[in-house]
């Protein structure tokens, strides 16, 4: 990287290059302070605009990743950006790829059971968050300086919002020898129960070596797992054999279900939950029940939304999306009040949530369903708050017209600016962002 770049906004230091892809670069890096180890992740925002589908992606990548924190999945620390580069900072694993131990040969059974253990743990954890990794293998599997794993690459992961209105996801994606049958069969597919089947072939794989579905050509590789055809090797004992059985059945309905995975007696054994998760699960149920005040807007999070001269909008939200977003001074439980009372008045059904989210949902049947909308509050400072309206459902022009003739003036007396009206943001050059 060029010389100017080596500290990135004043509080990381970057060093050498860790790997590369089509679209971004890793590094090793050093926050400056504490001086401790990231791994940073630059995207070059024009390549990614290029590609069709890529914004989205990123965009559900930095969702998906501050939904899922748990001691076996790669943390992102930070998410940065300047006029043509998107920076996640995220935590630093030192032991490389699972990959790498399993390329050496099968593991003893109690080591990959230990492995197991954390990636049913971290899995179960996504799917109660309602996200679906969807490339699960050896390669996306890490090992930090403790041996512990740490689950990587969320870039294909799904969220509930992806479901069709059948209840089913439908992009066919992830590697192939681990990919479930129901997935490449192009027919819809229940997300969780396809990783459960990923982490089967991924538990053979680290007892005998060598995949289960393996053929030169990939369409007979196809019938195998469409068949459910592989053999176990002779040192398999017969729990593993038992359980592998249960992971690896075609039909996904008669699959093991992930609470079943978690009862089983091979499982358990020398088990305990990583001591971190118990305290993150306490302080979870702690926020539930505490008085909660609104979700603080950070600088990036802010100009993403706010700032037409920044133009990280079109990567990280809908045109519509950003048209659907003001800064009122307003206190947030005004705001969320102002909305409730317009959005009842236009015969709309309205819940809200402790978190200062109102959900809306019309009470007939549209060209797509019922029109439904989310309505957020983010506190920038404490007299400033933006909101943002967000379709989750039903017609586009729909909403369009209900967000634009009926919302938005009725809203008027609590709005300060409306998106692009003279936002106070500034802007270096290609590098740090202030507010």
Avoid at 334 to 350: D, L
């Amino acid at each position: 990287m060029e010389e100017e770049r080596r500290v990135l906004f004043g509080k990381y230091e970057m060093g050498r290059l860790l790997g590369k892809g089509t679209f971004a670069k890793v590094y090793y890096g050093k926050e400056i302070i504490s001086s401790e180890s990231v791994a940073i992740k630059v995207i070059n925002k024009e390549q990614v605009l290029k590609r069709q589908g890529m914004m989205e992606q990123i965009k559900r990548e930095i969702s998906i990743m501050k939904l899922v924190r748990h001691p076996n999945i790669v943390e992102l620390k930070e998410v940065m950006a300047t006029k043509t580069k998107i920076f996640f900072v995220m935590e630093f694993v030192r032991g490389g790829e699972l990959f790498d131990k399993v390329s050496k040969g099968k593991l003893q059974e109690d080591a990959a059971r230990r492995y197991f253990q954390q990636l049913i743990s971290a899995v179960d954890f996504c799917h109660s968050r309602g996200v679906s990794h969807r490339d699960l293998k050896p390669e996306n599997l890490l090992l930090d300086e403790n041996g512990d794993l740490k689950i990587s690459d969320f870039g294909l992961s799904a969220l509930p919002e992806q479901i069709l209105q059948d209840g089913l996801l439908h992009t066919q994606c992830g590697t192939p020898a681990y990919v479930a049958p129901e997935v490449l069969r192009k027919k819809g597919y229940d997300g969780a129960k396809a990783d459960i089947w990923s982490c089967g072939v991924v538990l053979y794989v680290l007892l005998a070596g060598c995949l289960p579905f393996r053929d030169e050509n990939l369409m007979n590789m196809y019938r195998k797992i469409f068949r459910g055809d592989f053999e176990f090797p002779p040192w398999f004992s017969s729990e593993t054999r038992r359980l592998v059985s249960r992971l690896l059945v075609v039909d996904p309905d008669r699959r093991i279900s992930m609470a079943e995975i978690m009862r089983t007696p091979w499982i358990r054994e020398n088990f305990t939950p990583p001591l971190d998760f118990k305290i993150y699960e306490e302080s979870i149920e702690a926020e539930e029940t505490e008085t909660v005040t609104p979700k603080f807007f950070n600088a990036f999070e802010f100009i993403s939304s706010m700032s037409s001269g920044f133009d990280l909008s079109s990567l990280f939200q809908s045109k519509r999306k950003i048209q659907s977003v003001f800064t009122s001074r307003s206190s947030a439980t005004e705001i969320v009040e102002k909305i409730e009372t317009v959005t009842k008045e236009m015969e709309m059904n309205v819940k809200t949530t402790k978190d200062f989210r109102v959900m809306i949902e019309g009470r007939t049947e549209g060209r797509k369903g019922r029109l439904s909308m989310t309505a957020e509050v983010f506190e920038v400072a404490p007299e400033m708050s933006v909101v943002e309206f967000c379709k989750s459902a039903g017609d586009t022009l729909e909403y369009n017209r209900f967000y634009e003739e009926e919302v938005r003036p009725a809203l008027n007396d609590i709005v300060w600016s409306w998106h692009g009206d003279n936002c106070a943001v500034n802007q270096k050059p290609d590098g740090d962002v202030t507010v």
